[in-house]
């Protein structure tokens, strides 16, 4: 079974709202958590890293202030995307390494911005 | 910075045939690395995980190995099913458990 849940699998949004995206580890804790996105026709890119109880460390490019992290206890993440624009629609995805051996991921998040 | 680089980007085969897919990497000091399949707007599943320690590992007909020095790994898929058709992605994990995609390879196989 899953070890990993995300929620929502799927949401659709007024362009200017914001967007709460949630990652949870089921059976162990995790005190960092990893969060990707992916376009359409590409890749997983990586765009920060969620750390619990310290600030997330985001990869270039990837603004902070938008894509807002908060890792509050040691088996959820949350990914908010604040202020959505048709541009941010994306297939969003998060990963919790399990005592540091595989990184198991959540099932995704498909965000659409209208 | 970690590249991976998948190859080829497409592949069409038809149906009980045996195929091979590939991925490199540029920085060789790897955790693990995994690869993935990803149906047409899902999620991913995971296939086979190779530790940095280790050469291959075989589920059923899937079979990866890696190359660890000198910055390969191949994913080999026997007696391909119509139901194989997916995309595949390589990761990279390193010591933080933080993972670098390939771009993936996008699999038909023709009944």
């Known amino acids: 079974g899953a070890v990993v849940s995300q929620h929502p699998s799927w949401v659709i949004c007024k362009s200017g709202t914001s967007v709460k995206i949630e990652c949870r580890s089921l059976d162990f804790q995790a005190t960092t958590m990893f969060w990707y996105r992916q376009f359409p026709k590409q890749s997983l890119m990586l765009m920060a890293t969620s750390n619990e109880g310290s600030k997330a460390t985001y990869e270039q490019g990837v603004e902070k202030d938008k894509f807002l992290i908060n890792h509050a206890s040691l088996t959820l993440s949350t990914l908010t995307v604040t202020s959505a624009h048709p541009e941010d629609s994306s297939f969003y995805i998060c990963s919790a390494p399990r005592m540091n051996t595989e990184a198991f991921f959540g099932q995704g998040t498909r965000l659409t911005v209208v | ?111």
């Open chain 2, 1 to 111: 910075k970690q590249e991976v680089t998948q190859i080829p980007a497409a592949l069409s085969v038809p149906e009980g045939e045996n195929l091979v897919l590939n991925c490199s990497f540029t920085d060789s000091a790897i955790y693990n690395l995994q690869w993935f399949r990803q149906d047409p707007g899902k999620g991913l599943t995971s296939l086979l995980l190779i530790q940095s320690s280790q050469r291959e590992q075989t589920s059923g007909r899937l079979n990866a190995s890696l190359d660890k020095s000198s910055g390969r790994s191949t994913l080999y898929i026997a007696a391909s099913q119509p139901g194989d058709s997916a995309t595949y992605l390589c990761a990279v994990g390193n010591n933080n458990n933080d993972m670098r995609f390939g771009a993936g390879t996008r699999l038909t196989v023709k009944p």
